[in-house]
């Protein structure tokens, strides 16, 4: 699943080969699957970006957005979006495929489930594109310690840093796959209350959100995921399921894995205290 890192890769790599390639030919729904969203009908897309030129890329959070002409494609965390050059073998299932006329394509499928959309500038009010469109990126200077602290109040106090950290699109893009090292590199446990942290504590947060995204992202990425050119990042990620059972990094205990809120958390009980 691509969160904020692999997002910010994404569009930096789009906008390194894609753009300048007008689209020649659009097909939309392919391969049908449950769930895929789509903004309106995907069958209109083809009228809405045949011709355009791509002319730039930017992520919000989880999400990739593509400029074609007026038009904007935006692309959400559970897709797979792949470059591939002319005369590369294309994969045999795909929801978006945007074939450019230098004969190279763009390649967009779902996993267990994500959004692919095509649609006029201005007319996309979901609201998840929306808020990631408003709040600022732990990757920029708007997300600075003052920020940081705001999100702390009496609503969020009750939170796990779990559900603080990655819910609700507090802090979009930040999901919980990136969570798991922003919080072994913060000695803190995904069960620990938000309120329970000192203004001290809140600052360590703070820096190791900060530091982690940016270690992600200015290495491609996580190791777990693929980026456009379907090779995975260069960022070891030390908690994930591929480590569970495996000796920490930083003192050797096992790590463990857990069910919670509705996803798997992995922690170090010695270098994590509640
Ligand atoms: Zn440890």
Redesign the pocket.
């Known amino acids: 699943m691509i969160e904020l890192p692999e997002a910010a890769v994404l569009a930096k790599q789009i906008n390194e080969t894609v753009v300048g390639k007008r689209i020649r030919d659009v097909i939309a729904a392919r391969t049908p699957h449950k769930l895929a969203w789509y903004f309106g009908d995907p069958h209109e897309y083809k009228s809405l970006l045949a011709g355009k030129v791509i002319s730039g890329a930017t992520s919000y959070g989880g999400q990739v957005e593509i400029t074609a002409g007026k038009a904007k494609l935006l692309f959400s965390d559970g897709v797979n979006l792949r470059y591939y050059d002319k005369g590369e073998k294309l994969p045999d299932k795909h929801q978006l495929l945007l074939e450019f006329d230098s004969g190279s394509s763009l390649v967009g499928w779902v996993q267990m489930y994500g959004g692919l959309s095509a649609f006029p500038e201005g007319k996309n009010d979901n609201k998840y594109y929306l808020i990631a469109k408003k709040r600022p990126s732990p990757l920029s200077g708007d997300f600075d310690g003052n920020y940081f602290k705001s999100l702390f109040d009496e609503n969020t106090a009750k939170l796990s840093l779990k559900a603080f950290l990655a819910t609700e699109q507090r802090i979009p893009g930040l999901g919980n796959g990136v969570l798991q090292d922003i919080l072994?590199s913060a000695k803190m446990h995904p069960k620990k209350k938000a309120g329970a942290l000192s203004a001290d504590d809140q600052q360590v947060l703070f820096d190791s959100v900060k530091n982690t995204l940016s270690d992600m992202a200015v290495k491609g990425g996580r190791d777990t995921e693929n980026d456009l050119f379907g090779k995975p990042g260069a960022y070891k990620t030390k908690l994930s399921k591929k480590t569970a059972g495996q000796?920490?990094?930083?003192?050797?205990?096992l790590?463990r894995k857990e069910a919670y809120l509705g996803g798997s958390i992995y922690y170090?009980?010695?270098?994590?205290k509640i």
């Not at 000796?247 to 205990?253: L, M």
């Not at 170090?268 to 994590?272: L, R, W």
């Open positions: 072994l000796p920490c990094p930083e003192c050797r205990t790590i170090c009980v010695e270098c994590q």
